[in-house]
């Protein structure tokens, strides 16, 4: 079965950093296109990076671009997010995202949660002043 397992979370202070980590296994196509999403209390997930063209394009939600990075392992199967100078905003829990097979649109479409087949659990990411 396909797994999407993420790790990484945890409490930090404003400013500070993290690095989640998405690890995939079974029949999921990870190779060429997968996301990183954010959900907080009472509000609806959504997009804030996106990797596809075999890693070579990348894609952030204003709210993260400079201080975000999404990279892949393709030899380990896993996805991470490098979060840096966080703010309380960041506060919610974070989801992977990845397809069953190739899809065209990665870069179009990536961002509606309606466009992948497979979500991690998530892990939780607290930043406080």
């Known amino acids: 079965q396909v797994q999407l397992v993420e790790s990484g979370g945890g409490s930090v202070q404003a400013g500070g950093s993290l690095r989640l980590s998405c690890v995939a296994s079974g029949a999921t196509y990870s190779s060429y296109c997968m996301s990183w999403f954010r959900q907080a209390p009472g509000k609806e997930r959504e997009s804030i990076a996106v990797?596809?063209?075999?890693?070579?394009?990348?894609y952030y939600a204003d709210s993260v671009k400079g201080r975000f990075t999404i990279f892949q392992d393709n030899a380990k199967n896993t996805l991470y997010l490098q979060m840096n100078s966080l703010k309380p905003e960041d506060t919610a829990m974070y989801y992977c995202a990845a397809l069953s097979r190739p899809k065209a649109g990665c870069g179009m479409s990536g961002s509606r949660t309606s466009f992948w087949d497979y979500w991690g659990q998530g892990t939780q990411v607290s930043v406080s002043t």
């Open positions: 990797i596809y063209s075999g890693g070579g394009t990348t």
